[in-house]
């Protein structure tokens, strides 16, 4: 089992930045792949928007967030941070951690492909 923890969501101006960490924990979590975090705003689906490959460190990136959203890891601390800078009103999500024991390559977007969930931790853009 592995159980995953979101923090460091919360209210943010136009232009800000914010920084969310994904603990990781539980007797599996050695054998997770892939990290990724996805997104979802009222009325929509849940979307895709980073991920990271634990085998070989590549990251991967939706459209809407490249080149403002940063993915990266602690392994000592079984934590995975997203770096977000340049925020917009449309970033406004509750965003969730996901993981699984699968090397996914092409598929890292799609939900279903992920075992684990967090909770979803809340991040609103407003001025």
């Known amino acids: 089992q592995v159980e995953l923890v979101e923090s460091g969501g919360g209210l943010v101006q136009p232009g800000g930045s914010l920084r969310l960490s994904c603990a990781a924990s539980g007797s599996a979590v050695n054998y997770m792949y892939t990290i990724a975090w996805f997104r979802q705003a009222p009325g929509k689906e849940r979307e895709g928007i980073s991920c990271?490959?634990?085998?070989?460190?590549?990251?991967y990136y939706a459209d809407s967030v490249k080149g403002r959203f940063t993915i990266s890891s602690d392994n000592a601390k079984n934590t995975v941070y997203l770096q977000m800078n340049s925020l917009k009103p449309e970033d406004t999500a509750v965003y969730y951690c996901?993981?699984?024991?699968?090397?996914?390559?092409?598929?890292?977007?799609?939900?279903?492909?992920?075992?684990?969930w967090g909770q979803g931790t809340q991040v609103t853009v407003s001025s």
């Open positions: 990271f490959s634990v085998s070989d460190g590549m990251t």
């Open positions: 996901a993981a699984t024991d699968a090397v996914l390559l092409r598929l890292w977007p799609f939900p279903n492909a992920y075992n684990y």
